[in-house]
């Protein structure tokens, strides 16, 4: 059985900040909303501007698994970034 993986897609939605699959400092919704510690804890309060729920630290995947499970490519912005939110 093959396990979903996340996208772990490579950006804020806010800033377009680059959020590397192993990066510390991404955070996630339910649905996978992506958002850098600054704008999700900062700017946005804790609170997703898509769905409304909250964020958690975006699990590192294990660079030994990057090659078999890679990262997304596909960079999501916000039109007008937190401001927009």
Do not use: H, Q, W
């Amino acid at each position: 059985m093959r396990l979903p993986m996340l996208e772990l897609r490579p950006n804020c939605e806010c800033c377009d900040r680059d959020l590397p699959f192993d990066s510390p400092d991404a955070r996630i919704c339910t649905f996978e909303c992506t958002f850098c510690a600054a704008c999700a804890e900062g700017t946005l309060k804790g609170v997703c501007p898509n769905c409304g729920g909250n964020f958690v630290a975006r699990p590192i995947r294990p660079a030994r698994l990057m090659a078999k499970y890679p990262a997304s490519t596909t960079r999501v912005v916000k039109p007008g970034g937190c401001k927009a939110a």
